[in-house]
């Protein structure tokens, strides 16, 4: 309902405001583009899509926005962006709404993007944080998806030397999220959080909450194993594998930030009634440099899941079913992540221009044995050690 609701508001905004003949348009352009290569020291498995062969595809990208002021208080955005990565779709990524009665508040409905992370908005905008990418324990599209279809609140305020930014949110979100190589496509339904900043003087603190009241999963692998699982009796082993029940995520960041130097962290717990999603707890700490145009950098990061313990209880040998649902839980469940991984990534970045800059990184993985850790390891390959040195190259481009 929320979809056609907002598809109708924005449908009548635009006609609206191409409508009013002989009034001079506020329209504008803008737009930002990324140009990134990689390539992973191992040929055992592959990280982030790189493996041992250079690749520019995973994460290059052109995106062009455009904001049209209906009046002063009412205006319409919407952003199309071309993407090279397997994991995306190009298309239509941003379009939305707002009305900004006051310069303290601002409602925007439409398609937007979960605010949950520090650079959730900005994440395909690389010209805006230290990294090629954003630590990926954190910044997992696992969990963060491309947007949703709702509204959001945002109030500004000052108070003495102190800066509050509280925002709200609410909305749908139809399409895929993808475990290592599999993409499953899902509903999800009730999605709604909290953000609350504050900044003093030099330091800045960040706490978000987002809460998924339910996840409807569509696709049909899974459907099959339930149904064949609930048929043959094991109830139980079938609602581990329902993607059905709803997933909490908690927030903290913080950070210092001079002309010299800066230092940031965030970290991340979810909490959920899914196996596959329980008992993930991740963060990161940067710091940076800067020596004039130059920015030197290196960042920590770690994630945990100390769950996901889907114990395949089928017996073996009873018969050419149990079998067969055995051999299926065991596939599907290597599926799901176990992402326990340790990166140190150092990074240099030449802002040649204010719109244009170069980056470089280097950073070294460390996961654990018989775990995922974010690589995808093919079958042939599970003795692999679970440890890599992805090498990266890229410009980042705002216009």
């Known amino acids: 309902m929320l979809k056609y609701t907002t598809a109708a508001l924005l449908t009548l905004a635009f006609?609206?405001?191409?409508?009013?003949?002989?009034?001079?348009?506020?329209?504008?352009?803008?737009?930002?583009a990324r140009g990134i290569g990689g390539q992973l020291s191992t040929s055992e498995a592959s990280y982030a899509n790189y493996d041992n062969s250079w690749s520019f595809s995973e994460d290059s990208l052109i995106a062009l926005q455009a904001d049209y002021a209906i009046n002063n208080q009412f205006s319409v955005s919407a952003q199309g962006i071309l993407h090279s990565g397997p994991d995306r779709d190009s298309g239509l990524d941003w379009l939305y709404l707002t009305y900004q009665p006051s310069s303290s508040w601002q409602f925007n409905l439409g398609r937007l993007r979960i605010p949950v992370l520090k650079y959730s908005d900005v994440a395909d905008v690389g010209f805006s944080y230290p990294w090629l990418n954003a630590p990926e324990q954190v910044y997992s599209r696992r969990l963060f998806y491309s947007g949703y279809e709702g509204l959001n609140i945002r109030h500004k305020t000052q108070i003495k030397n102190v800066g509050f930014e509280i925002e709200g949110y609410w909305g749908d979100f139809d399409g895929e999220l993808f475990s290592g190589q599999q993409a499953f496509d899902v509903d999800i339904n009730g999605i709604y959080g909290a953000v609350l900043s504050l900044t003093y003087h030099r330091f800045h603190f960040r706490s978000s909450f987002m809460r998924v009241t339910e996840v409807v999963d569509n696709s049909v692998i899974?459907?099959?194993?339930?149904?064949?699982?609930?048929?043959?009796?094991f109830d139980e082993l079938a609602e581990k594998f329902r993607l059905d029940n709803g997933v909490s995520v908690y927030v903290f960041g913080a950070g210092y930030t001079s002309l010299d130097w800066f230092v940031s962290a965030e970290?991340?717990?979810?909490?959920?009634?899914?196996?596959?999603?329980?008992g993930i707890d991740s963060y990161y700490l940067t710091i940076g440099r800067y020596y004039n145009t130059l920015l030197f950098h290196?960042?920590?990061?770690?994630?945990?899941?100390?769950?996901?313990?889907?114990v395949n209880t089928i017996p073996l040998g009873v018969s050419p079913l149990f079998d067969l649902l055995s051999t299926t839980v065991d596939s599907i469940n290597a599926l799901f992540p176990t992402d326990d991984l340790d990166s140190l990534t150092f990074g240099v970045r030449w802002d040649y221009s204010t719109s244009l800059a170069f980056k470089t990184e280097v950073s070294f993985?460390?996961?654990?044995?018989?775990k995922t850790s974010l690589f995808y390891?093919?079958?042939?390959?599970?003795?692999?050690?679970?440890?890599?040195?992805?090498?990266?190259?890229?410009?980042e481009w705002v216009f």
């Open 15 to 32: 006609s609206a405001s191409f409508a009013v003949a002989g009034i001079p348009s506020n329209l504008e352009f803008s737009g930002f």
């Open 222 to 233: 899974i459907d099959q194993l339930v149904g064949g699982l609930t048929s043959a009796g």
């Open 365 to 370: 993985l460390k996961g654990k044995e018989g």
């Open 377 to 395: 390891v093919p079958p042939e390959n599970t003795d692999f050690n679970r440890r890599a040195t992805l090498y990266q190259v890229g410009l």
């Open 267 to 278: 970290s991340m717990s979810v909490d959920s009634d899914l196996d596959v999603l329980s």
């Open 298 to 310: 290196a960042t920590i990061a770690t994630s945990r899941q100390d769950e996901n313990s889907i």
